[in-house]
């Protein structure tokens, strides 16, 4: 089974602190998304990668950035973290876009 | 634009007992849907997956089934138990390149001793 790792179940971080979320996945996906989950609103999509260094803005990518130097490997950073970013983040992978998606356990990020 | 609609919100039943969650959308064009159960702190794990030919799938107690021409699915649960508490989320994929996936809010189920 794909495996999806994201590196921190739970994260407290201070306003304006500068918050990266790693992400590693073990079966040589291509696909990588970041997504967060917010009550009432849903799985929102923040950014995608469809390849090493390649990047895409998903639907919401204001304040974050992202990072994928390596296949396995796609990191999503807070430039300077707001409380508005306080959610529960998702990242997922997929081995091309017509199959579904493997998703990590999620880390619930609390910004104070 | 591309949506995947949920119903019920929320639903609570008692243990034993049977509930269907109901998903409609208007995704073009249709490659595939999804239901994925979303434990409460946890990321979303795949149920069953249908396309277009398909109109029932099973996995275990959950069946779910499609009909593309009304652009409805659901998934039903037969003989709920306690570990089935959970969101279920509809998710709908486009024959059309990145980022084709939509997501439904999901259905907040609640089984009850």
Same mark, same amino acid.
């Given at each position: &089974? !794909?495996? $999806? ?5 739970? +994260? $407290? ?5 500068? !918050?990266?979320?790693?992400? $590693?996945?073990?079966? &040589? ?8 989950? &917010?009550?009432? +609103?849903? +799985? ?14 998903? &639907? ?5 950035? $992202? ?8 990191? +999503? ?24 998606y493997t998703f990590g356990s999620g880390t619930r990020l609390t910004v104070v | 634009k591309n949506q995947v609609e949920q119903s019920p919100q929320s639903l ?7 509930? #269907? ?24 794990v795949s149920l069953t997956i249908m396309t277009f030919s398909e109109n029932t799938k099973s996995n275990g107690r959950y069946t779910a089934t499609l009909d593309? *021409? #009304? ?6 649960? =037969?003989?709920?138990?306690?570990? *089935? ?21 999901? =259905? ?6």
């Amino acid at each position: &089974d !794909v495996k $999806v790792t994201q590196s921190s179940r739970y +994260l $407290v971080k201070r306003t304006g602190e500068k !918050v990266f979320l790693e992400c $590693v996945q073990d079966m &040589d996906h291509e696909n990588m998304f970041w997504y967060r989950q &917010d009550p009432g +609103l849903g +799985l929102r999509l923040i950014y995608f990668s469809y390849d090493v260094k390649m990047k895409e803005k998903g &639907d919401i990518p204001e304040g974050y950035s $992202v990072s994928r130097e390596k296949k396995e490997r796609f990191s +999503l950073i807070l430039e300077s973290a707001s409380t508005n970013q306080t959610s529960m983040y998702l990242c997922a992978s997929q081995s091309d876009f017509n199959y579904g998606y493997t998703f990590g356990s999620g880390t619930r990020l609390t910004v104070v | 634009k591309n949506q995947v609609e949920q119903s019920p919100q929320s639903l609570i039943i008692l243990e034993g007992k049977n509930c #269907t969650l109901q998903c409609n959308y208007t995704v073009s064009p249709f490659s595939n849907l999804r239901w994925y159960k979303q434990d409460t702190g946890r990321g979303p794990v795949s149920l069953t997956i249908m396309t277009f030919s398909e109109n029932t799938k099973s996995n275990g107690r959950y069946t779910a089934t499609l009909d593309a *021409d #009304t652009k409805q699915s659901s998934l039903h649960i =037969t003989a709920s138990q306690l570990s *089935d508490s959970a969101s279920y989320i509809c998710v709908v994929s486009a024959n059309s390149g990145y980022s084709t996936l939509t997501f439904g809010k999901g =259905t907040m189920l609640l089984v009850s001793p």
